[in-house]
């Protein structure tokens, strides 16, 4: 897929994305992990190979940079991941850029504070798509749940 081809809202994805400095990030982060990089759909760069530790994901976004561990068998066993990582994008798009890793790490605080799970009650992973990004629900934890009246 050709840049020509990137439809408008994601152009503007991808614009907003470079302005905030995500985008660059994405590619130092990648480069720094000696990820191999391609185009993606929709105004996507996708990096191959990142072999830094963390975040021990096996995909993560910055910006428009999509950084995978999986090989090509792993990632046609999850179809729907390069969906959920591209929401991510967006929400780097409406977040500022960077800022959003500091919003997401504290929504992570607080789904794990909640159901011992750092993507279960995080608004960035559930908008997302958690079962597309491989996570499932998690219940809250102990009193934190809603009690069943009979």
């Known amino acids: 897929m050709t840049n020509v ?17 995500s985008t660059a990030l994405g590619l130092l982060t990648g480069l720094l992990g000696r990820a191999r990089f391609e185009r993606g759909a929709d105004g996507l760069i996708i ?4 072999r830094l530790p963390i975040p ?7 910006g428009n940079v999509i950084l995978l561990r999986l090989d090509d068998e ?18 780097y798009a409406w977040c500022l850029g960077p800022v959003m890793i500091v919003l997401y790490l ?13 993507a279960s009650h995080n608004p960035f992973e ?10 499932r629900k998690r219940p809250l934890r102990g009193p934190l749940q809603r009690r069943r009246v009979v």
């Open 56 to 62: 021990p994901a096996p995909a993560f976004t910055l």
């Open 5 to 21: 081809d990137v439809q408008p809202r994601h152009r503007v994805r991808q614009v907003v994305n470079w302005v905030n400095l």
């Open 74 to 91: 792993q990632l046609a066993r999850r179809p729907r991941l390069l969906t959920h990582e591209a929401r991510h994008a967006t929400q």
């Open 106 to 118: 504290f929504a992570a605080a607080w789904s794990w504070a909640v159901t011992g799970d750092p």
């Open 126 to 135: 559930r908008h997302a798509g958690l079962t597309d990004g491989g996570y």
């Open 47 to 50: 990096g191959r190979g990142y």
